[in-house]
């Protein structure tokens, strides 16, 4: 089976508390990093439903993977989290090959990428908010941390 569920963080390592100063006696817990992909083409509606992230998540990458290049005029893909813009892609005219990275562009923008709040966030996006598009599909990727809906992890990267 390709897919599962659970509630809350995952916690992987060999040692969960600190017992001594050597390897093999630190902490060594991480929690686990999980995707979503999610069809994208350059007719979308206005604003397309792509994820939902549950809540406390760290976002850690969103791109678009292109499997046709998109190609317009000043074309932009936007993305939104709870109806927030949280990234946007460069002007987009004669099409580029690849992958179309994501990041955030202010303080307010990294706030939610560290954590989407204490509910389930709604990733939407946007197709040629500044311009028009002419050709584009693929692939739009999220990455995440899942973490407590307070956005904590337990045990804590301190916790000795």
């Not at 809540?55 to 709870?82: D, E, H, M, P, R």
């Given at each position: 089976?390709?897919?599962?569920?659970?509630?809350?963080?995952?916690?992987?390592?060999?040692v969960?508390?600190?017992?001594?100063?050597?390897?093999?006696?630190?902490?060594?817990?991480g929690?686990?990093?999980?995707?979503q992909?999610?069809?994208?083409?350059?007719?979308?509606?206005?604003?397309?439903?792509?994820?939902?992230?549950?809540?406390g998540?760290?976002?850690?990458?969103?791109?678009l993977?292109?499997?046709t290049?998109?190609?317009?005029t000043?074309?932009?893909?936007?993305i939104?989290?709870?109806?927030t813009?949280i990234?946007?892609?460069?002007?987009?005219?004669?099409?580029?090959?690849?992958?179309?990275?994501?990041?955030?562009?202010?303080?307010a923008?990294?706030?939610?990428?560290?954590?989407?709040?204490?509910?389930?966030?709604?990733?939407?996006y946007?197709v040629?908010?500044?311009?028009?598009?002419?050709?584009?599909?693929?692939?739009?990727?999220?990455?995440?941390?899942?973490?407590?809906?307070d956005?904590?992890?337990?045990?804590?990267?301190?916790?000795?």
């Amino acid at each position: 089976m390709a897919f599962a569920s659970h509630l809350g963080p995952w916690l992987l390592g060999t040692v969960k508390n600190t017992t001594g100063t050597v390897a093999g006696t630190i902490r060594n817990m991480g929690a686990c990093t999980v995707a979503q992909i999610d069809p994208i083409t350059y007719t979308d509606a206005a604003t397309t439903t792509a994820f939902v992230v549950p809540a406390g998540s760290f976002i850690t990458n969103l791109a678009l993977y292109q499997t046709t290049k998109f190609t317009g005029t000043s074309g932009v893909i936007t993305i939104y989290l709870n109806g927030t813009a949280i990234a946007a892609s460069s002007a987009i005219t004669a099409g580029a090959s690849g992958i179309i990275s994501f990041t955030p562009s202010s303080d307010a923008q990294v706030a939610i990428w560290a954590n989407v709040g204490s509910t389930d966030a709604i990733v939407t996006y946007t197709v040629g908010s500044s311009g028009t598009f002419s050709a584009g599909a693929g692939s739009l990727l999220i990455e995440y941390v899942v973490r407590n809906s307070d956005g904590s992890a337990n045990p804590t990267a301190r916790q000795a």
